[in-house]
């Protein structure tokens, strides 16, 4: 028979099946239902918890006063009851025992007895453990709450059982004043545990139940065998967290960059445990802890199961993009409109796909400026506004304001398309951190930034050599017809763009012919139109295969309703057969695929010109070139350290950062190393890279359109000038003309050389091309990967995606972003909130953490921000180095009498230029002149500061007005070679740009010799370098990526303006066709040549194996070898 559960005390509650109870007092402050209820064990732990304790006062409203003076009556009644029970004992009956035999004492006793007493020694009563352990923790208890300085440390001791009870005098009832005191208490009641425990008073076990009993849990649970603090108070200042042992021990788990095992977490837990923190979680609590906020404030991660079957992972880009939109650091980089701007052009809203190509219906069609302003749609205001009223999204908005969130996808998309097209009727509800609203916020695919063999697949088009072979044109034709004049001139230019109606279209067709099971057909169609879908090919195989096999089982049937049953299954299946990017709405993959610059610039022609060149050096010239590079200015280039050696050991290998390296600097040190056409090429692709690097357009007109663009006036073009063509147009053009003069055939064999004539309409349509590039995809390999560095690879999408969803999370936490509570407003709307103060102040206030996450300050540095020069030793301290303006270079400035020769001054290491570039002694910059307010250009002397501001010195250049004959760049130069000083205010310096010294002119050589520095330190080996000579001549380097837009912004245009080379360049292109035909003729009259004497050889060589048979001869042999040879041949 079942025993039936005891009655549990107030203020308890039973749950039905007995096993579990909840508190009465605690229920209504517990938002989960399943988080309210607890072990019957935890009853008497439960009811010392500062929580329920808190929720009890919180009810009664009992004064401190009130309970320190029940707490005096409680101990005056246990007084009273030890007396009763001590004169009850002293009333017991006697008991005569008898008495124990006398005992001889020892000699040893005797001996001890008389040393004794001879001594006069002295003994101690040994104390209590118990008392002397209350005794150490009431002083720990007064020198915490001392310092706090709350009250009476003494009197509050004995109040709360540390010494016999007394009346005291206590202040008023504080919330946080109680806060500080109970952490107080506890951490008395935790030294004096420890206290016992180290003093061998208390064991190991007892010290647990001690730490159990005074913590806040809502189960007894066992620590994992390393142990652990279990149920740690909770703190609001790092909410979500409990404590901030807990937050600091999510961070350390979630760093992007170090990535830390479970063992080696137990270990860190270990270790705390060990040095005695507090609030130190067991293993499975962490765990318990990280999952509790994954439900309620993470990123889901859902899975998915590709058309072909396979399966995987994603984290909801729903509430990646809900965060960003509630976070207030990333909220105000969101753009919903599209803006025709004034000034420069640098983001993708203010090009033409959001002003002028989108459908409006993808884009936010609604204007909210929070000030009561009527809310329209484009829609109705085009349409005269009065016939669709009220607007239909109304009916979901409720009032909400609704927003488009454009963004980049290209892989798995199918998936990712049914989430995006699930926002058009379902929109994400989200917390506008800008405006603190909820917003609905729909999504759409804005550009899909790929690599080429990527962007083949989303536009559909077919990955290798094709009759068509451009995925964003039909340009082309058969090998025969691009060698053809006007086929080849059509190649250094943009042909008919394709679309992704007429792509999705051929797809369709192709799928047809795939039903009447005839794969030549297919084959045939895909190498004519260029178009072949990765994503449906499997498909069309599938399609090819089971026709034959229908034919084959039911030969009578006719191919006609064999192709309909198929096409019939291929309708019910079309979102399973067909790309999803041809049909999103909003994304035109054709349009959308911009030219991209790692894989098409880096990976394509720098890599192609690279090759090109080193690949006929000698082991000198490399040697050359790799002197020659090392010894460049890097000042001004944001690149990282050169490594040259390393370059040329790996000249067929190198990544784009290397390659960004060779683009910017191999012109200075190429020119006598390579032909006078591959030298020009090395120009033309410098001068290209740089341009399209630009991360803002400040004159669209300049920098790229000509006056046949179809929207010139609207783009304010100046039409004086009809036959002109611009920078990237010129930069573009020579560049392909260039490499088909070394070599016609590579502008019909490279993809990547076509493509360039693409840049510009990309650029029209998404801006500078930097905003859309793959590069920034690239950096995040490093966290893709230690991601999985401890994933078994079981499940590998899945840990991954698990990981970068809790990175996410943490990385919105620390940030200050907002998540949906669990709670409900009273008026039952959504309520949002947000990490405490300790959370979000920590990643501010640590810059190790910052560094750890890779954050930076969006606050940049300030124009005439300095580094102060670093302190030296002197007289036994350090001292802050400081200089007589009188000793320093700058008292020899033109200005220089501005300021007092015995002033002092401290030299600097850097100061902040205006575009934000940190100028250090050397540094190439230019400056606003304080004497005409001009731009001046200069090399930094000396940086040095006077209290909060600082002065920088330069050597004065000029630039000449021709460009230099060799490089076609600027010049520098002083002024009738005299040195000039000249001063300027911190804050006047504009930009820092790269220069090279002029060691073409000078003749400098590699005659310099120093030691070659391994392991830190200088071995015996050597190495030559470059040493300048004194000409004081130097070059702008106008292929430099940094600031290069500004540059050119301040130097005259016949001095950076690309110059084309040809002034006829469809006579060149009739040339250069006339060559590569010469060229292909040739090749097909060897290879003709040689697939005859092969034949030739073939058919000798049968004729040799062959014997002439006669019957005449009776050789057996013969007949033999003839009848062998019969068998092999009916074989």
Known sequence: MTRSAAPVPEPFT????????????????????????????????????????????????????????????????????????????????????????????????????????????????????????????????????????????EAFAKAIGFGDTVNVDILEDDPEVDELLAEAMGNAREWTCQLSLRQGHMTRSTWLTFRYHFADVDEPETANHFGGTQGARKNNEFRPYDTKTMFLLDVLDNLPHLRISDS????????????????????????????????????????????????????????????????????KYIHVYPEITDGPISEIWHAEKWRKDMDLSALSQMWDDGNGVPEFTVKSILSGYPIAMPNPERTYARGRPIYTSLIDLFEQYCDFKKIIESTHSKPIETYDALTNDEVLVKLYQSSGPADNPMANEICGHMIGRANLPCRKCNVGGTHREKESDEVYHSMFTAGEPRTKGETLAEVVSQVELACLGVASHVETRQTASGVKDAYTQPWIEELINRARKMHQDEPNRTHESIKQELLAWVEENKDRVYNSFLTMKGFDPNRDTPVELLHTILLGIVKYVWYGSHSTWSEASKKTFAIRLQSTNTNGLSIHAIRSNYIMQYANSLIGRQLKTVAQTSVFHVYDLVSDKQFALWKAVGQLSALLWFPEIRDLNTYLVSVYHPYY???????????????????????????????????????????????????????????????????????????????????????????????????????????????????????????????????????????????????????????????????????????????????????????????????????????????????????????????????????????????????????????????????????????TYLILPGKAIQFEFNVQHDCHSAGCRANGVRPVVQERVESDLTETFIVHEGLARYVINTHAFHNAHLIRHILPRNLTAPIPLYDDRRKKHDELAATLRSSEDEKRRKKKEKEQQKQKEKEAKAAAAVPIHSSESGDPGATQDHGSRKKRKAK
């Open 14 to 153: 039973t749950s039905p099946d007995g096993k579990m109870v909840k508190c009465k007092v605690c229920a209504p402050h517990i938002p989960l239902e399943p988080k309210r209820w607890m072990l019957r064990g935890s009853m008497s732990t439960h009811l010392k918890t500062d929580s329920h304790r808190g929720h009890a006062h919180a009810g009664h409203t009992v004064s401190l006063e009130e309970r320190v003076r029940m707490n005096e009556q409680q101990a005056e009644a246990e007084r009273a009851q030890r007396d009763t029970q001590a004169t009850a004992l002293q009333n017991l009956p006697d008991f005569h025992m008898r008495s124990p035999a006398p005992r001889e004492q020892s000699q040893q006793e005797l001996g001890m007895w008389d040393e004794y007493e001879m001594n006069g020694g002295s003994f101690e009563i040994a104390e209590d453990p118990a008392e002397l352990a209350e005794r150490e923790g009431r002083q720990w208890l007064e020198r915490e709450v001392g310092e706090l300085s709350i009250w009476n440390a």
């Open 264 to 331: 080696l977490m137990k270990v860190f837990l270990w270790i705390l445990k060990e040095c005695g923190a507090n609030d130190v979680p067991s293993f499975y609590r962490l765990r318990k802890m990280q999952k509790s906020l994954c439900e309620h404030s993470g990123v889901p991660t859902l899975p998915c199961k590709s058309g072909q079957g396979n399966v995987f992972y994603i984290n909801d880009p729903r509430t990646i993009i809900a965060k960003d939109w509630a976070n207030p650091l990333v909220r």
């Open 713 to 979: 006036h609207l783009l304010k073009l100046n039409a004086s000038k009809p036959d002109r063509q611009e920078d990237v147009e010129t930069a573009v053009a020579n560049v392909l003309d260039l490499f088909a003069e070394i070599d016609p055939s590579k502008i019909i064999e490279k993809i990547k050389l076509h493509i360039l004539a693409h840049v510009r309409e990309d650029i029209l349509r998404f801006g500078p091309l930097v905003g859309v590039a793959t590069e920034f995809f690239e950096c995040f390999n490093v966290i893709f990967r230690m991601c999985s560095i401890l994933s078994n690879h079981r499940a590998p999408s899945r840990d991954i995606a698990y990981q970068l969803a809790d990175q996410e999370a943490m990385k919105h936490r620390l940030t200050g972003g907002h998540w949906r509570s669990e709670l409900v407003s009273d008026s039952g709307s959504a309520v949002w909130e947000c990490a405490g103060p300790g959370v979000i102040d920590y990643l501010r206030e640590k810059p190790l953490l910052q560094k750890l996450y890779g954050w930076t300050d969006p606050q940049p540095k300030a124009p005439g921000t300095f580094g102060l020069a670093p302190m030296t030793r002197g007289h036994g301290q350090h001292v802050r180095p400081s200089v007589n303006f009188g000793d320093t270079a700058t008292s020899k400035a033109l200005n220089a009498a501005a300021f007092s020769s015995i002033s002092q001054w401290n030299p600097c290491k850097y100061i902040v230029a205006r575009s934000g570039d940190q100028c250090i002694v050397g540094s190439w910059i230019v400056g606003e002149s304080p004497i005409d307010n001009s731009s001046t250009i200069g090399r930094i002397v000396e940086v040095l500061s006077q209290g909060i501001s600082a002065i920088v010195v330069i050597d004065v250049f000029h630039a000449a007005s021709t460009r230099h004959p060799l490089f076609d760049m600027p010049m520098l130069a002083r002024r009738q070679e005299e040195t």
